[in-house]
């Protein structure tokens, strides 16, 4: 059975980020672990032995690990803001290789923005995303239909879609982090429309 403790989420999971787990699993693949569900970016501050959620995350990811590999080979998420890429480098920074396939879906950039961009040596496609998934604009993005999967189990339709992002060649425009930041639009409140 594979273990999460020996893959590149290890740390991540030592430190409490891993969060919401649809699924926190061996998948189909030999030595391979996945993960649906939040990354922590930041937490808020405890009081006592109170547990808070996280002031943000990466929601919605996506993503895979094998075992006794110390990067995370693909992953997809959702940020609600663009400004917490470099969070994303900061939390991720020992599991991302310059190999890996990085897909950010963000709310506040324009929707028909595509970016590359380069922190470090890591490169993240930058899509937008608005009243939708992470896993249906990704399955969109790949070109998947729901029905090709239908019958996999979870780690099964976890393995199916990454292995295809990972072959995924797209070419983006290339802007820096500061570029996108200048770009991007204010933070959509959550909660606005909301019946009380």
Same mark, same amino acid.
């Given at each position: 059975?594979?273990?999460?403790?020996?893959?590149?989420l290890g740390p991540?999971?030592?430190?409490?980020?891993?969060?919401?787990?649809?699924?926190?699993?061996?998948?189909?693949?030999?030595?391979?672990?996945?993960?649906?569900?939040?990354?922590?970016?930041?937490?808020?501050?405890?009081?006592?032995?109170?547990?808070?959620?996280?002031?943000?995350?990466?929601?919605?990811?996506?993503?895979?690990?094998?075992?006794?590999?110390?990067?995370?080979?693909?992953?997809?998420?959702?940020?609600?803001?663009l400004a917490y890429?470099?969070?994303?480098?900061? &939390? !991720? +920074?020992? $599991?991302? *290789?310059?190999?890996?396939? #990085?897909?950010?879906?963000?709310?506040?950039?324009? =929707?028909?923005?595509?970016?590359?961009?380069?922190?470090?040596?890591?490169?993240?496609?930058?899509?937008?995303?608005?009243?939708?998934?992470?896993?249906?604009?990704?399955?969109?993005?790949?070109?998947?239909?729901?029905?090709?999967?239908?019958n996999l189990n979870?780690?099964?339709?976890?393995?199916? &879609? !990454? +292995?295809? $992002?990972? *072959?995924?060649?797209?070419? #983006?425009?290339?802007?820096?982090?500061?570029?996108? =930041?200048?770009?991007?639009?204010?933070?959509?409140?959550?909660?606005?429309?909301?019946?009380?």
């Amino acid at each position: 059975m594979t273990s999460i403790a020996n893959t590149a989420l290890g740390p991540l999971e030592r430190d409490g980020r891993l969060l919401n787990a649809v699924l926190k699993a061996g998948t189909t693949k030999p030595g391979r672990f996945g993960f649906r569900g939040d990354i922590a970016l930041k937490f808020q501050t405890q009081v006592a032995d109170e547990k808070r959620p996280p002031d943000y995350s990466i929601e919605q990811v996506l993503t895979i690990a094998q075992e006794g590999e110390s990067t995370i080979p693909v992953l997809a998420g959702y940020l609600h803001s663009l400004a917490y890429l470099s969070d994303v480098v900061d &939390v !991720l +920074d020992h $599991a991302l *290789s310059p190999e890996g396939r #990085y897909f950010i879906f963000c709310n506040n950039i324009d =929707l028909l923005a595509k970016y590359q961009i380069e922190l470090g040596d890591i490169i993240f496609n930058v899509l937008p995303c608005d009243e939708s998934t992470v896993w249906k604009e990704l399955l969109d993005l790949i070109g998947i239909d729901k029905n090709d999967i239908k019958n996999l189990n979870a780690g099964g339709k976890l393995d199916y &879609v !990454l +292995d295809a $992002a990972k *072959s995924l060649h797209i070419s #983006y425009d290339q802007i820096s982090y500061e570029a996108g =930041l200048e770009r991007m639009s204010p933070v959509k409140n959550r909660n606005e429309n909301r019946p009380v």
